[in-house]
């Protein structure tokens, strides 16, 4: 019998697997007559947790009010270095409506007429690293947000890497994530790997690749350089580098 008493947290950032988590624990719910809610970034603070809920978050915030003995949740981090890649990309091409705003501190270009006129590819990374991705890297790091926030991430939260999880054929990580939300495994691991890349229906329009360390071969020497400066601290935090000898598994090139 599953525990109705919990309430079960799944948080994620922006490009480390939000649509695809959405996905799994909306169907989880749906199909274990759980109420699912997907929770707005803005009324992160309005929203009292009720029993029997699957609360959804794409940054993670979720109130002090879920610091409680029934809450459960974990968390999807991804390397800081892909989540510029992934964003500058996807901020190229996307149709969000906050993308064709224009903005002063542009020049009057929206975000995405701006990262289109940059030439080359470090010049848009360099521009995603400073702008929007910038606030994602905080938030995984845990660094932005109120004191009793952070306390309850890190306190009552699982945190799950994107890469482990885009791997995880045999759902070994998922066993975990299943165990520690006392969710039935057996019920819930076809859904996640039919909501999978290894799986069948994964919504691919929405990912541009799933691989890891794309970094590798999109990052020249230099701006891993540019990277390191600004964001070494949360490759280390997150536990992806213990050092900046990374950077010379990157290109150096003009």
């Known amino acids: 019998m599953i525990n109705r008493n919990l309430i079960r947290c799944v948080g994620t950032y922006h490009k480390a697997g939000t649509v695809w988590m959405r996905a799994v624990f909306s169907e989880i719910a749906a199909r274990l007559g759980l109420d699912f ?38 968390r ?85 890497r994107y890469e482990t999880l885009i791997e995880d054929v045999e759902t070994t990580m998922f066993r975990s994530i299943c165990d520690h939300l006392d969710l039935p495994f057996e019920l819930c691991a076809p859904i996640f790997v039919e909501n999978s890349l290894f799986g069948q229906s994964v919504r691919k329009d929405h990912v541009r690749s799933g691989k890891k360390e794309q970094w590798t071969d999109a990052f020249s020497r230099a701006f891993a350089r540019e990277f390191a400066a600004t964001h070494q601290r ?7 580098e213990e050092n900046r000898d990374w950077i010379e598994r990157c290109a150096e090139r003009a």
């Open 37 to 74: 809610v997907n929770t707005p970034t803005n009324a992160f603070n309005a929203v009292t947790p009720k029993p029997g809920t699957i609360y959804f978050q794409w940054d993670s915030r979720f109130s002090p009010a879920f610091d409680r003995e029934d809450v459960r949740g974990f």
């Open 76 to 160: 999807i981090v991804r390397d800081p270095r892909d989540i510029v890649i992934s964003g500058a990309h996807y901020h190229m091409k996307a149709t969000e409506p906050w993308l064709q705003v224009k903005k002063d501190r542009f020049g009057g270009l929206s975000y995405q007429e701006m990262i289109n006129s940059l030439d080359g590819l470090d010049a848009r990374y360099r521009f995603e690293m400073e702008n929007f991705s910038r606030g994602t890297i905080r938030s995984m790091t845990v660094s932005r947000g109120n004191r009793a926030m952070r306390d309850l991430i890190e306190r009552r939260f699982l945190m799950v």
């Open 234 to 240: 949360a490759l280390e935090k997150l536990g992806y």
